[in-house]
């Protein structure tokens, strides 16, 4: 049956207190945080580094740019045009001849479909040189995985958490491949969709943990040693690290509710960012080896009408000189984009699997299945949609 809306709206009349209250509580706390905001400035950075000093470990976040240009923890990009094409033609300044890359993935995952687990990983990249000639390069490369692949059987590990291992492996691999092909390449900045801290792997098993941390491991290795920038793009990020930061430098009510994100939003205007940040989170970072203490935060203010994004970035890039060169080139990206790095954005086009693929997949299975005299079963189910299609 359908949804009732009038039990809907009933129900949550009952609850408009309980909604009220955490609201409330929610604004007040809000309040408290950005109050020391303020001293996230020039006159205010000898203080903060000296009540830095006495937390060396698990502080949330650690300043590492000056504080010269900033206010209430906001350095502003002090720059607006009057229509697109003027954004555009800014960022035919800073992008044109700069070579941008990313990659992303999808999956089909095991099903009751099939008489054995398998499944299908793709990933598709996009690499933008930013030339007058309007050339780029797109492709896409896949992998199959088997009952063995999937370690189906094994107790209590679920085989879609193999599937989604893998496709982050592949993802991965070929950013560490590309940056491996462009050594020294400062006119190039590659992209990852998502976090360098691997916080999210925290509740699986050892294994699992150790298995995300190593695959970044590997890329952030490759980024310091072949002199490639890197930048990991949140999009939404409810990270509490500067949050953390404030409430044990300042003595703040503890917080589950707020995020950083939402703490610095309202002191920034499109292109702004705050200064840079050493992530000390606690936690899985401590599995990072050298790298423990060499990712660094921004966030960029990427939407009037959203919260920022949150960009990671291997402390070495910020010691080369590279830091505003490199937010520049976000920047760019989201304008091509009209809010979003349009060289991610793409790279998701490129590697989405449809509907039709997946019973691509399936027909080409059967087909083969059959020609090596396997006995793979399909449900009639989905024998009937192949057959239709």
Request: glycine content about 4%.
């Amino acid at each position: 049956m359908p949804l009732k809306p009038s039990q809907i709206h009933e129900i949550l009349n009952a609850k408009r207190d309980e909604f009220a209250a955490f609201n409330q509580e929610t604004w007040q706390q809000l309040q408290d945080y950005r109050s020391v905001l303020e001293n996230l400035r020039a006159e205010g950075e000898a203080d903060l580094k000296a009540r830095a000093a006495k937390h060396p470990i698990n502080l949330g976040a650690r300043l590492l740019e000056p504080l010269e240009k900033a206010r209430n923890g906001v350095i502003p990009f002090n720059l607006a045009w009057q229509n697109r094409e003027q954004s555009l033609a800014w960022v035919r300044q800073r992008l044109t001849g700069i070579t941008t890359f990313a990659v992303d993935g999808s999956q089909i995952y095991p099903g009751k479909d099939l008489s054995i687990p398998i499944a299908l990983v793709q990933i598709g990249w996009f690499e933008n040189p930013h030339l007058p000639t309007g050339e780029y390069e797109k492709d896409i490369s896949l992998d199959v995985m088997t009952p063995s692949d999937l370690q189906a059987g094994n107790s209590g590990e679920p085989v879609d958490r193999r599937v989604n291992m893998r496709r982050f492996q592949m993802e991965t691999e070929r950013l560490v491949d590309y940056i491996k092909a462009h050594r020294n390449a400062k006119d190039c900045l590659v992209f990852l969709d998502g976090s360098l801290v691997a916080t999210f792997a925290e509740a699986f098993d050892v294994k699992c943990r150790r298995f995300y941390v190593e695959c970044l491991l590997d890329l952030l290795e490759t980024s310091q040693k072949y002199e490639v920038p890197l930048v990991a793009y949140i999009d939404t990020s409810y990270a509490q690290d500067l949050a953390t930061m404030l409430r044990t430098l300042y003595k703040l009510p503890d917080s589950q509710t707020i995020h950083d994100a939402q703490l610095i939003n309202s002191f920034m205007e499109w292109g702004d960012r705050t200064p840079l940040f050493l992530c000390q989170r606690s936690g899985i970072l401590s599995d990072y080896e050298n790298h423990t203490n060499q990712i660094a935060f921004t966030y960029l203010k990427t939407n009037r009408d959203s919260y920022p994004a949150r960009l990671e970035i291997p402390v070495w890039v910020y010691e080369a000189g590279l830091l505003d060169r490199v937010v520049d080139w976000v920047r760019g990206e989201v304008i091509i984009g009209s809010g979003y790095p349009y060289v991610i954005e793409t790279a998701d086009q490129t590697a989405v699997l449809q509907s039709e693929d997946r019973q691509a997949f399936f027909r080409i299975l059967q087909d083969w299945a059959e020609q090596e005299d396997l006995n793979l079963r399909f449900s009639r189910k989905m024998v009937s949609k192949i057959r239709r299609r």
